[in-house]
């Protein structure tokens, strides 16, 4: 016989879906999607890159099928608590990849579509990879590698001893492992790491296929109608991880630093991974302060006229052919 729990688990997609179609009714349903890049690329061991072809179907779909919102036109829903028109969407990107200006920001502008884009300012300009990319070319596609390694630093979880030449394969448990200690860790303390890892591991050159805009290119970018800009954090690192001190620092300096850049209010934030454990409320209030009309997050659902302004929900999309898209929204949709 099922234990309550065993019954609590089973019922719990259905109630999911319940709570989902009425938020929808008396709220309005827009389904928030979140992208990182557009182009194409030989690795992608993060899955954020979608295909241009792709993007463009995407796009078209939504127009065909969705009330696409600007961001103004969100936040007017948002802050006022006026229901969300049926099966609207906003379109949203983290990060500041040059690909957002170079391709995705080219295809927005041929559908007349707006996105929104939350642009980590420390790395704007630094003719450097994301953290993330960075390890992935230090570690899975680095034909430097030595056939025997050790790192100290962080207590020989990065240590090797092959007697080959390491590849790909050999690699990818201490890249998981990386990538899960680095993004606890500040900001400083991981470039800190990345800088000797650069180094030892004989791989210094940024990847061109992998970089953030520089300064010209985002004011550029900024300029165009299909583009709005909001804050992500100076280092991207998870706030929640950090002090009252720490994250303030780098909350209201991203939003400091694009002001300054831009020339203009920097109104709309993004929480880095932004999933329930990278944030707290202490995120949420420092962005309340700070004069940020809402703050976004990286968990899975509609929002509508309740949706908490300080966390509202948005959908990750993957490199998805037209029809995939579509079975992947339907159900956010009425």
């Not at 929808?24 to 030989?42: D, S, W």
């Not at 061991?45 to 939504?62: G, I, M, T």
């Not at 961001?71 to 006022?80: G, M, R």
Request: charged share 25%.
């Amino acid at each position: 016989m099922p234990s309550a729990a065993d019954l609590k688990r089973a019922l719990r997609p259905a109630v999911h879906r319940l709570r989902q179609r009425r938020d929808a009714l008396l709220g309005g349903n827009c389904i928030v999607l979140l992208y990182h890049r557009v182009i194409e690329l030989a690795t992608d061991p993060q899955q954020l890159a979608v295909s241009p072809a792709r993007f463009d179907a995407q796009l078209a779909w939504l127009k065909a099928n969705c009330q696409v919102l600007t961001a103004d036109e969100f936040d007017e829903f948002l802050q006022s608590g006026k229901r969300f028109p049926s099966n609207s969407a906003l379109i949203t990107f983290d990060d500041g990849y040059a690909d957002n200006h170079q391709i995705a920001r080219p295809i927005l502008e041929r559908h007349a579509l707006q996105g929104l884009f939350y642009i980590a300012s420390g790395y704007i300009g630094a003719d450097r990879e994301y953290w993330w990319d960075e390890l992935e070319r230090l570690l899975l596609v680095n034909r430097n590698l030595p056939k025997a390694f050790e790192y100290d630093r962080l207590e020989g979880e990065l240590n090797w001893n092959y007697d080959h030449p390491p590849n790909a394969a050999d690699m990818r448990e201490r890249y998981g492992f990386l990538i899960a200690t680095l993004r606890i860790l500040s900001s400083e303390a991981r470039d800190a790491i990345l800088s000797e890892l650069r180094i030892r591991l004989d791989s210094s050159r940024p990847r061109s296929t992998h970089l953030p805009m520089t300064q010209d290119e985002l004011r550029a970018f900024a300029s165009s109608p299909s583009v709005a800009i909001g804050a992500h954090t100076i280092g991207h690192c998870t706030l929640s991880s950090r002090d009252e001190d720490g994250q303030r620092s780098e909350i209201i300096g991203s939003k400091q630093a694009l002001e300054a850049l831009l020339n203009r209010p920097i109104v709309r934030f993004a929480y880095p991974f932004g999933t329930g454990a990278e944030f707290n409320a202490v995120s949420m209030r420092i962005c309340e302060q700070a004069g940020f009309h809402h703050a976004a997050a990286n968990v899975t659902g509609i929002v509508h006229r309740r949706s908490p302004r300080f966390a509202f929900p948005r959908v990750i999309v993957r490199d998805w052919e037209a029809k995939e898209f579509e079975r992947r929204l339907r159900p956010f949709l009425r």
